[in-house]
């Protein structure tokens, strides 16, 4: 290189030094929060959700509808003559988190989501021998199994309420049931949606400001395809041997979903 290339060169690169300084320096990377994507309210009745599963069989229209809104709640009743498409179970269930009358919220591989309610489990409905549950996580359609369920389940003749990842039958956290029944319970449940060991959930439930119960497991298969959708109300099989079906209620309440982002 001639020494008049060197001198312009020299003259460039100072010049770009020289422009460089009094730049702000680069800020560091934003954290992650919790950001706050769905809130209905009791007013939104059942539009609130993405689809409502009431009595699909209309086994039982006498007790139509068997989902609906009281107050600031979402309640479920569930009736002994009440039958499910599969005439073994029990089934009224609301689906999806519903933004807009033509638009809902799609957990997808990847994301990490979280969802907080109150509900209110009377002392008439009771944990089972057989599977009792009160909130599932799963793939959209007909066919799949359940991710995740959150159960009232009888273990050694106790009534627990229990977080289970389904497929690997793998317990997440499981607590007496007794102490909650007939008061509200704060619900607080986390998920990444991940394939194979991908994803994680944590399952904290509070009662009268007391943490109950906080587990969490990580390193696990949440993902089945397409995505994940959320699921609340009574579903429950027949086949309990310990004599607790009866007419019975769930109440739902400050329902709100918040994605990490």
């Known amino acids: ?24 320096a680069a800020q560091p990377a934003r954290a992650a929060s919790w950001q706050l ?27 139509q509808p068997h989902i609906h809104t009281t107050g600031n709640n979402w309640r479920f009743n569930m009736h002994m003559a009440d039958r499910d498409t599969s005439t073994d179970r029990q089934r009224h269930e609301v689906t999806g ?32 021998t057989s599977f009792t549950h009160i909130m599932q996580m799963k793939q959209p359609g007909t066919g799949s199994s359940p991710i995740v369920v959150q159960s009232l389940r009888r ?4 009534q627990t309420i229990e977080l289970k990842l ?15 029944h007939d008061k ?34 990580t390193g696990v298969d949440t993902f089945l395809a397409d995505r994940v959708r959320p699921k609340w109300g009574i579903y429950r099989s027949l ?9 019975c209620h769930l109440l739902l309440t400050d329902l709100r979903g918040y994605q990490l982002v």
């Open 97 to 128: 988190l519903r933004t807009s009358s033509s638009s809902y919220l799609k957990w997808t591989s990847g994301q990490t989501w979280r969802i907080t309610y109150s509900m209110y489990i009377p002392s008439s409905l009771k944990a089972t």
């Open 155 to 158: 273990v050694n003749g106790v």
């Open 239 to 247: 086949g309990d041997t310990s004599g607790s079906l009866q007419d």
């Open 184 to 217: 509200w319970t704060d619900v607080d449940f986390q998920i990444k949606v991940g394939n194979g060991s991908a994803g994680s959930v944590r399952w904290i439930l509070k009662s009268g400001g007391t943490t109950v119960i906080d587990k969490s497991k």
């Open 37 to 63: 994507k769905w809130s209905p309210s009791a007013s939104d009745g059942l539009g609130a959700f993405e689809t409502i599963e009431d009595d699909r069989a209309d086994s039982h229209p006498g007790g």
């Open 1 to 24: 290189m001639n020494t008049s290339r060197r001198v312009l060169l020299g003259a460039a690169l100072g010049g770009v030094a020289s422009a460089a300084v009094g730049l702000p």
């Open 166 to 180: 389904f497929e690997s039958d793998t317990l997440v956290g499981r607590t007496d049931l007794g102490p909650l």
